[in-house]
């Protein structure tokens, strides 16, 4: 990860921008660089991951423009080679070198084009005014607001705008920003003609190869490459690809309650039978609890089901910083989203599973992307996401919902079934029903941050308290916990995040009070 930072302002200093800069030092540990343009100040502060010589430090320059990007451009290569023979030379191999010269020749049409995971500031010298433009999946984090003179800030996380901006607002993934307008260049939960297949072996394979390709382009790395292994179909197939595709072990990493972890035993058994070099971690009660406020300031976010699911993320990638020097990390996010949650067995219809899932894809920035951006980023390391990738989320949304829907008896069939062939997982991992992340790494310890909760308010000043919020109010004492640790942070930015995470609740069977999954009558032996 690097930290990216546009301020348009022709009264704003140097030093005001370092200031602001600080906060994100783990972000970008290598290095750091101002730029003063006609049109106010870009900074930089970089973790190398592609290009590790000083020549990939940004921001690039190319005539009088200039950019700051935090990102990965898949198939770099290619289209470096095109824009050589156009003319154009590079100092560097870092990948996001390339941007200038592609915007020379494409303006803003290059942010359809990219293949990639990205966030960039640009500064176009022609209108004398920055460019800005967020992946179509968000999963690079991307924030903007207006000073009190109404110059607008760009800045990878919420808190650089801390103290400049009355308001923090997201940038809208797929989106670009330029002279005063933001502009939808590609909305990935818009379907815009359903794939016309009904063959479900067909559209399995179109599945794997997909995904397949999706892990390949993410394992190209100047930096040393790790994986997430929950021991779950999500992070399992990602792994078990990776193994595949590479002649050395891959690197491991596996986290859980000392006392009651679920995923620890089958990512045990996912990573013997791949082959991969395995870590086990493990994480105490006082450590969760302990973390619990440095996790909400970096995540700066008080949805339960992320907060849960992030300490177990957060202290796993904390203890992979103590033992290693691995800088990028692989991970499973974003398949839910696309296949169906435990309690998307409840949609009543397949135009309903459809419009739920599209909701989804628009918020997962605020969600489950978030936690990973965060949790990884705050250690020093890059999430790379392949459920993300561009191509795979498209082909999915594509596919008749009909099909997607459980009537398989098992969720995520479709994922399940375009691997069963390959041999890549034992069939008790590719064919285990779903747990949520946040239970899985131990049911104890969901339990002991509500028992925090219950400590810290009676019933009346829960009531008392819940009521000071109006947008997304605290409707349990674990929410009101949470939504006053924000507040100290970010006071006044709850509309950062749409609300809370929730099932469905319109749907039978899904009108629950927590958002874990092992609240809904189908979870069965989910957590076993």
Known sequence: ??????????????????????????RGPDDQRLLLTKAGILGFQRLAIMGLTPQGMQPFTLKDNALVCNGEIYLFRTLKESLIQKGYTFQSDSD?????????????????MLDAEYACVLYDA?????????????????????????????????????????????????HYYKEGKFVCYLDLSKCEEVLPEKNVDVICEGIRDRLVNAVKKRMDSDAKVGFLLSGGLDSSLVCAIAAKLQDTPIETFAIGMEKDAIDLKYAKEAAEYMGSNHHELFMSKEEVLSSLEE??????????????????????????????????????????????????????????????????????????VLRADRCISTHSMEARVPFGDKEFVSYVMSIDPAIKMNTYGIGKYLLRHAFEKDDLLPESILMREKAAFSDAVGHSMADDLKQLAEETYTDQEFETKRHQYSHAQPFTKESLLYREIFEKYYPGQSEMVADFWMPNKKWEGC???????RYLSNYGASGQ
């Not at 992946?135 to 760009?154: A, H, Q, S, T, W």
């Not at 009108?511 to 999954?517: E, G, H, I, K």
Request: glycine share 6%.
């Open 1 to 26: 990860m690097c930290t990216i930072f546009g301020y348009q302002s022709p009264y704003v200093s140097m030093e005001t921008v370092s200031r602001h800069l600080e906060c994100t030092v783990s």
């Open 96 to 112: 996001c070198e390339i941007l200038l010269p592609l915007y020379e020749e494409y303006g803003t049409a290059m942010f359809g």
């Open 126 to 174: 022609k209108i004398n005014s920055f460019v800005a433009a967020r992946d179509p999946m968000g999963i690079r984090p991307l924030f903007y607001g207006y000073d009190k003179k109404g110059n607008i800030v760009f800045a990878s996380e919420a808190k650089n705008l801390s103290g400049i901006c009355r308001k923090i607002i997201p940038f809208p993934p797929g």
């Open 295 to 368: 996790v909400i300031a970096e995540l700066a976010t008080y949805d339960i089901t992320t907060i849960r699911a992030s300490m177990g993320m957060y202290l796993i990638c904390k203890k992979i910083k103590e033992i290693s020097d691995i800088r990028v990390l692989l991970t499973g996010e974003i398949s839910d989203e696309l296949f169906g949650y435990k309690y998307t067995d409840f949609a009543p219809t397949p135009e309903e599973f459809q419009k739920e899932s599209a909701k989804r894809i628009r918020e997962i920035y605020m969600y489950d």
């Open 511 to 517: 009108d629950v009070n927590d958002p874990s999954a």
